[in-house]
């Protein structure tokens, strides 16, 4: 396959990375820290990495970048949107710059991927939301409301592929807890993965054409959980 994976530098992503090349895979690796993606090409030097400095907040330049990625690998079939930040009690710049990267920048990216694949007639997008869509949170209100619109964007576009285009598919990945640098200020988590494990789990989801999978599959219990449960009583548990 031919994968765009935005936000590849570390965490979640640089573990996806890693997995797609370790499968032999030929990828085009996206973020601003272009020093750690060549860490990851340098890893693979028998396989296809093209390294891409993208900032997913310069909208106008992400989406020319994607053309560039169309190019360098003559054809794209896989594009994943895992490029994210959150803060615990945001500053107002934090909240903003959240919105920017969550909500603007996913944005701009899956318009261009999902009109790309519906073009060609096939094709996969994959968007890594979060278990946090599922509901408001005391500590982080911005970052799930942009978890929430990346969720629902993400079924407004498998609802146009089953009115338009049967072969373009919508993966939402919801991950619960996974150790990277952005949970490193997390206190009270649990059911932690690693990266690694992650990463396994989410090729699994894409490569079942899932429409929603939640990363460890257990989160599901608790999604389920925030969506029956009153809000007074999410505020105190969570
Ligand atoms: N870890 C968890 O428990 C968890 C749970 C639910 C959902 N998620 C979601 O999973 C995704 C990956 O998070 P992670 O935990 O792996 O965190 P991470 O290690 O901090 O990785 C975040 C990635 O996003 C990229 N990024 C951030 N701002 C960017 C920007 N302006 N332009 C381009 N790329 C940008 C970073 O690259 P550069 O900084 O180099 O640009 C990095 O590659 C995020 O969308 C996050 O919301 C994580």
Redesign the pocket.
Known sequence: MKIVL?????????SLAEFYASQGHELVI????TA?LEEVKNAFPNIKINVLE????KTDEARAKMDEAEKLMNGIDLVII?????FQKATYEQEMNTID??AR?FTALAQWSYKYFAQKGSGHLVG?S???SQTGSAYSPEYHAT?AFMANYMSGLRMRSAKYYPNVFVTDIR????D????KQNKGMFWVAT?EKAAQQIAVAIAARKKVAYITKRYQIIAILLKILPEWLIAKLF
Do not use: E, Q, W, Y
């Not at 993208?54 to 907040?57: A, F, G, L, Q, T």
């Not at 990277?180 to 949970?183: K, L, V, Y």
């Open positions: 935005i936000g590849a530098t570390t965490g979640i992503g640089r996206t973020g601003r820290r750690l993208m900032d997913v907040v895992n490029a994210g930040v959150g990267i969550n920048g890594v979060s278990l946090a978890k991950p619960g807890f996974v990277t640098p952005m949970t990266p």
